[in-house]
């Protein structure tokens, strides 16, 4: 909308139609006059931190970032966890002599 179209509207407006606009105007002001840039990160509370960067990693995944996607779940821990390695001694020392029979229990 121009500032023609808006100053137009304001003639031509009532009280109602006034106080919308002020109320916008100053809605945008307050939003703009906020402060902008890195705000201070406290790094010892670990559940904010974790909290902070899983939401940045969620609008980056929302943005179509693949890799935000794969830490994100990560992080949240929905990727399917792995399986532990069983490790199993086997003596085959006497694998090939006849009629002797070795258990090895554990």
Sequence with gaps: ?????????????????L????QELAEFRRTS???KGR????FDD??????????????Q???????????LAKIAGLTEKSQDILIQ????????EQDNITTTTT
């Excluded at 909308?1 to 139609?17: H, P, V």
């Excluded at 904010?48 to 940045?56: G, S, Y």
Aim: charged share 30%; aromatic share 10%; proline share 2%.
């Design 1 to 17: 909308m121009s500032a023609q179209t808006i100053f137009s509207e304001l003639q031509e407006g009532d009280n109602k139609k």
């Design 19 to 22: 106080w919308a606009y002020a």
């Design 33 to 35: 006059s906020a402060p």
């Design 39 to 42: 705000r201070t990160v406290d």
């Design 46 to 59: 670990k559940n904010a931190l974790r909290l902070d960067v899983m939401e940045h990693l969620y609008e």
């Design 61 to 71: 995944s929302d943005k179509g970032n693949a890799q935000a996607s794969e830490k």
């Design 89 to 96: 001694v086997v003596d085959f020392s006497n694998a090939y």
